[in-house]
Structure formats: structure tokens, C-alpha cells
């Protein structure tokens, strides 16, 4: 199960080395970076996880861990949880880019 709380995130896929932060809400995902705005849904099923994401740019020339200018899309991911912290990966949203990485690691609960 995914704690609810603030994580740090660390993704890469066509660029490495990209972050933000996510909050984890009853399932809910919320985060951002410094050009993408991401909102979704998480859910669990022992170590086991699912998320589908949409990532949205709020920066004019936001260019994403695809290498991709600007724009909206949606990620659909699975992957593990172990303690306070997930990995998660999924295909890119055009076809012939690497996928995505993400590892996320809790960093606080909600209520600070």
C-alpha cells in the first residue's frame, strides 16, 4: 500500500534525470515540477501497483522526459511498493521513445 504523504520523485525515459514532487491523497496523485502539472489516480493490490496519470505542461516551452515540446498526455504505469517507497514504469505516449521510470521515495505525511 502507498502511504499518503509528500514524495519525491525521480523519472527519467528519453532525458534522465528529471524530478518533482507528488502528494499521495486516498489513492489520488497530485504533483508537479518546474513545467509539468501531473493528477491521477494510484491503486494497490499487496506490493503490487497501478496508476494511470495525465500530465498536463503549464510552462510555454516545457519540454518533457520524452524530449517532447509542450502539450497533455496520459501514462499508464505499474509497478512495486516496498515501505515508503515505489517504482513504477510505463510505455511513452509516442511510440519509438524509451519508457518511463519513475521512483518515488516519501518524504513526509500529510500533516507536517
Known amino acids: 500500500m ?5 514524495y519525491k520523485v525521480q523519472f ?3 532525458v ?3 524530478g518533482g514532487v507528488v502528494v499521495v491523497e486516498n489513492g489520488v496523485v497530485r504533483g508537479a515540477d518546474d513545467q509539468y502539472l501531473y493528477a491521477g489516480k494510484i491503486a494497490t493490490n499487496g506490493s503490487s501497483l ?3 496519470i495525465s500530465v498536463s505542461a503549464y510552462q510555454p516551452n516545457a519540454v ?3 524530449n517532447t515540446a509542450g502539450g497533455k498526455f496520459t501514462l ?3 509497478g512495486t511498493v516496498s515501505g515508503d517507497n515505489f517504482h513504477l514504469t510505463g510505455n511513452a505516449p509516442i511510440a519509438g521513445i524509451p519508457e518511463i521510470s519513475i521512483h518515488g521515495s516519501r518524504v513526509a505525511a ?3
Do not use: E, N, W
Request: charged content about 10%; hydrophobic content about 50%; cysteine-free.
Open 12 to 14: 527519467s525515459a528519453a
Open 16 to 18: 534522465q534525470g528529471a
Open 110 to 112: 500529510l500533516t507536517l
Open 64 to 66: 518533457s522526459v520524452f
Open 76 to 78: 499508464s504505469l505499474s
Open 50 to 52: 497501478t496508476a494511470q
Open 2 to 6: 502507498v502511504k499518503d504523504g509528500f
